[in-house]
Every structure is written in structure tokens, then in C-alpha cells.
């Protein structure tokens, strides 16, 4: 998770122009030419949809459409917002109608994650080829690896978000909350399913301290411990894709407990960790 320590609601709104230029090797339920809209949202805010478009028999679909949202001012997003939410876009196919049927139906083929944080660094214009991410379900599931889906996007704002003073004094702090091991035993992974969330304060030299809430915890039982390296995943809830929840190039690697700068990493520690970390049941964020 990135937070950007800044004010911004005395500022006038900056508005981010979203551009979906095309998507590639697009495949559909019932044909390999599917008929397919966007849907755009940020910050859990839907933002539009696009026209409806067929596409081309060597799987393009040209969209061009481009959709927009403020920041600062009196809008709901804010600079906070973007280094930590990505941009989503859903891509949803129209359904051939069957005989009989009177209501259009649609099947959503997958979802990609635009990560925002560039233009946090001074970027006023940036272009991104980002991989469409199946549904479950969907038949994107199983095309090839030579033909994985994707789609071109461009992001641009008027000005700059950040001044260069601002971006070399500012902070940008970036947290991961991996797990919580040694949870209470009557937590019950196969009962009901709840949200686990944990918070963080942090300080601030504004008003009040920010918090950090970290959501969509995930329940395991113990047996065995966690991958290394594996993918980090945004603090957000509404992703259906399961491979656009991660955040692109950003991993957790792990390493030696002994180099940790923190508590329960002495030698005495390690049993106790070892046990917590393969047999214990733990939340993963």
C-alpha cells in the first residue's frame, strides 16, 4: 500500500483523463468476435460505461473511450486515493440473444488494474499496456499463453500534481500488512464469512493522524507456511478478477528473521515463530 502524506482539499480539482485505446486477443463465451463494453470505476466510485463494440476477427476491439475523474477540491478522490487505488476497468460481453429471450444478458470476461502512482511522481502523461485478468469463469481462463488478452491505456492530467518541491520533500510511505499469525483457534476458516481489518495510525502534520485501514483480510488454517516470494495485493475490496488484485512488480520476498528490525527475532524466538507460521491459523492480507 503507498499513502501520500499531502493536503489537498484547499486546492482546486485537478481532473485525470482516462483513455482506453483498445484491448487484444479478446475472447467471448460463445464466440471469438464478442460483442463487449467497459465499465470504469475509482475508488469504489463507477465512472461510466463505454459503447458497444464488436470485435475485429483478429480479436481487437478499437473502444477509444475515455472516461474522467477529479481530484481535490470538493471531489471524493484525492491524491491519498491514487497512490494506493488503481484505476479499474471491467471488461463485459453482450450475450447472443436466444430465441424467446427478451432481457440482453452478459457475462464479465475479466478486469485490469491501473496503477495511478506515476502520476504522483511528476508524470503528466503516461501510456500502459496492462494484461486483462479472467474472470472466474470466463473463457479467458483458458487461451494460450502467446494470447493473453490486454488492453492500451493512457492517463493524463493538465499539470502536474505534485510540484518538484513537493515531490522532493514530501513523503510517500509505502506499508504491507502480510499476516497475523497466532490468531484465536475458534476462528472457524470453513464458518461464516466475516471481513477481517486491521489499522494503522500514522503521524502527521496535519490536523489530525491518518489511519491506514487494510481490509479483506483472508482467513487460512494452519498446516503449512506462506510462498516466498509472493504477489502483493491492493488494499481495496471489488475486484472479481483474482489476478488483478495484485499490485504489478511489487512482491513479498521474505528472508532471514534474524535481520528483521522489530521484535520476536532472537534465537529463542524461532520455535515459536516456525510453529506460528506453518501450524497456526493466520489472517493474509
Known amino acids: 500500500m503507498d499513502t501520500a502524506l499531502a493536503e489537498d482539499k484547499d486546492r482546486p480539482p485537478v481532473p485525470v483523463h482516462i483513455t482506453i485505446l ?19 470505476e475509482f475508488n469504489n466510485v463507477l465512472l461510466g460505461d463505454s459503447p458497444k463494440l464488436e470485435a475485429t476477427p483478429d480479436q481487437k476491439t478499437e473502444y477509444n473511450f475515455t472516461t474522467n475523474f477529479d481530484l481535490g477540491g470538493e471531489s471524493p478522490h484525492s491524491l491519498d486515493n491514487v497512490a ?42 503516461f501510456n500502459v499496456t496492462v494484461p486483462l485478468y479472467p474472470a472466474t469463469g470466463s ?10 488478452p490486454s488492453l492500451e491505456v493512457a492517463v493524463s492530467v493538465p499539470e502536474p ?16 500488512m502480510e499476516a497475523a499469525y497466532c490468531v484465536p483457534e475458534s476462528w472457524n ?3 461464516p464469512q466475516y471481513n477481517y481489518v486491521t489499522s494503522l495510525q500514522l503521524p502527521s502534520m496535519g490536523e489530525k493522524d491518518l489511519t ?9 488454517a494452519g498446516g503449512e507456511s506462506e510462498p516466498v516470494s509472493r504477489k502483493k495485493r491492493w488494499p481495496m475490496s471489488g475486484i472479481m478478477a483474482p489476478g488483478a488484485q495484485h499490485i504489478p512488480e511489487s512482491f513479498i520476498l521474505g528472508g532471514s528473521y534474524e535481520e ?8 529463542e524466538d524461532k520455535e515459536f515463530r516456525v510453529e506460528a507460521e506453518t501450524q497456526r491459523k493466520r489472517v493474509m492480507w
Not at 161 to 176: C, H, K, Y
Not at 214 to 220: V, Y
Request: proline share 7%; hydrophobic share 35%.
Open 260 to 267: 528483521e528490525d522489530g521484535e520476536m527475532n532472537r534465537k
Open 161 to 176: 500534481l505534485l510540484t518538484e518541491a513537493q515531490i522532493n520533500n514530501g513523503n510517500l510511505i509505502r506499508v504491507t
Open 22 to 40: 483498445r484491448a487484444h486477443n479478446l475472447k467471448g463465451v460463445k464466440s471469438d468476435s464478442p460483442v463487449t463494453f467497459l465499465r470504469s
Open 189 to 191: 476458516p470453513q464458518g
Open 139 to 148: 473463457p479467458l481462463e483458458n487461451v494460450h499463453p502467446d494470447a493473453k
Open 212 to 220: 491506514l485501514i487494510f481490509s479483506n483480510g483472508i482467513l487460512k
Open 84 to 125: 494506493h487505488k488503481p484505476f479499474i476497468v471491467t471488461v463485459i460481453e453482450i450475450l447472443p440473444k436466444e430465441k424467446k429471450q427478451k432481457e440482453e444478458k452478459t457475462a464479465v470476461l475479466g478486469q485490469v488494474a491501473v496503477d495511478l502512482l506515476p502520476l504522483l511522481q511528476g508524470e503528466c502523461n
